[in-house]
């Protein structure tokens, strides 16, 4: 009698949470593959990009595009890991809003079914074409990354015993984070020391170039099963201080010529984003475009309310404008690091990132993140 009594409540309880996983499966509509989802309804979060957001994936490669060194990361929790700033990265935040309780690992580090919940495959001095790059040694580019992510979808393939259908649609909850183009200018096309391509190309027809070779690699990526996909424009790179120390001598003037140029790239990467919302080429695909050109420029003119105060100097680095050479191993770098938009001749501070990042997710201007916000993909 007394057993019956307090065995029922048990009984109702577990048919409850029956009722409630039935209920969960239908809506989410996939099979799960047995392992904790990073949260709600974000299972994995796919990183492609440069050094703005690598995370150690050239600490293993021959190159000078490397911060596996101190002080980079002089304010990360686990100190120096190849991340080129002081602390987190831009999508180390995001994975964060997300609701993600660990960053996301490189894919250089990263098997098995660890990889269901995410990995970065992005490659400091990477481009959207081969080449780029080529002047600071070996890199993986976008085709390399994009060759890298096909290999993790096999291996993922596995936790689902072979049922294409259920990973698709796993993978189709998945944000997939791509930040490409910065080196293509910088290390490329504006670097005639080392590449022709500015004899061979002009501005516009060098921005059709590249926008072609991205709408191909990001077709992969869908064909890969990815369905949500956050793309981000070039940053305003004419006035980063590696361009503000070099530029005529001149250390308080953008370089006008890379920004006019990133540009007509960024403009026509936000018309690729309308094509593939539009359902005819992409059924199903969801893209946000992040106009990170127009969000630097707020983070410079409005560079108080965001609690900067030096906007136009690395906090690590030498020469003019700390941006002639980048920050070197075991340098000094500068006390008042929250006061600074950038780390190095080339890469936002924490702070920035954390500023950039929380605009991307939540803000509900267009400006930033356009047709929607980083949020409202997830919740999709
Ligand atoms: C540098 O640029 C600023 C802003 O355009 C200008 O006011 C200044 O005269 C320039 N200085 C030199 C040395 O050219
Ligand atoms: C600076 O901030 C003001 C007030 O929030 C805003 O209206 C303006 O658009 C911002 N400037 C830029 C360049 O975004």
Redesign the pocket.
């Known amino acids: 009698m007394n057993m019956r009594t307090s065995s029922e409540p048990l009984i109702l309880a577990s048919m409850i949470l029956t009722i409630c996983l039935c209920m969960s499966t239908t809506a989410n509509a996939c099979s799960s593959p047995g392992y904790p989802p990073g949260s709600g309804s974000v299972p994995g979060f796919f990183i492609f990009g440069d050094s703005l957001v690598d995370n150690g994936n050239n600490n293993g490669l021959l190159t000078l595009a490397r911060a596996n060194y101190r002080p980079y990361g002089v304010d990360f929790p686990q100190g120096t890991t190849g991340r080129f700033t002081n602390g987190r990265t831009f999508v180390d935040v995001l994975a964060q809003l997300l609701g993600f309780r660990t960053f996301i690992p490189p894919y250089s580090r990263t098997r098995g079914r660890a990889l269901l919940r995410g990995a970065n495959f992005a490659s400091g001095a990477a481009g959207i074409r081969d080449e780029t790059g080529n002047n600071l040694g070996a890199h993986l580019s976008m085709n390399n990354q994009v060759e890298n992510f096909g290999r993790a979808v096999e291996e993922m393939s596995r936790f689902f015993r072979g049922d294409t259908e259920a990973l698709s649609c796993y993978l189709s909850k998945c944000i997939f984070y791509s930040g490409m183009g910065s080196n293509d200018y910088l290390n490329n096309y504006f670097m005639t020391d080392f590449y022709n391509t500015k004899s061979q190309f002009t501005p516009q027809a060098y921005a059709s170039s590249l926008l072609q070779d991205y709408d191909r690699q990001l077709r992969q990526l869908y064909q890969f099963g990815a369905r949500k996909l956050v793309v981000t424009g070039v940053g305003q790179i004419g006035c980063i201080p590696y361009e503000l120390a070099r530029y005529q001598g001149n250390s308080s003037r953008c370089n006008e010529e890379i920004n006019g140029a990133i540009t007509l790239f960024n403009s026509g990467l936000r018309k690729l984003v309308d094509r593939f919302n539009s359902g005819r080429v992409l059924p199903g695909a969801k893209f946000v475009y992040l106009d990170t050109y127009?969000s630097n420029?707020?983070l410079i003119?409005?560079a108080s309310?965001y609690g900067f105060t030096v906007v136009d100097k690395g906090c690590c680095g030498v020469g003019r404008n700390n941006g002639q050479i980048t920050c070197l191993p075991l340098q000094q770098p500068c006390q008042d690091r929250r006061g600074y938009l950038f780390w190095d001749a080339f890469h936002p501070t924490e702070d920035a990132n954390i500023v950039l990042a929380k605009m991307a997710f939540t803000s509900p201007s267009r400006?930033y993140a356009y047709p929607i916000n980083i949020q409202q993909l997830a919740m999709l």
Do not use: C, L, P, T
Request: charged share 45%.
């Open positions: 127009k420029i707020d003119e409005n309310n400006a």
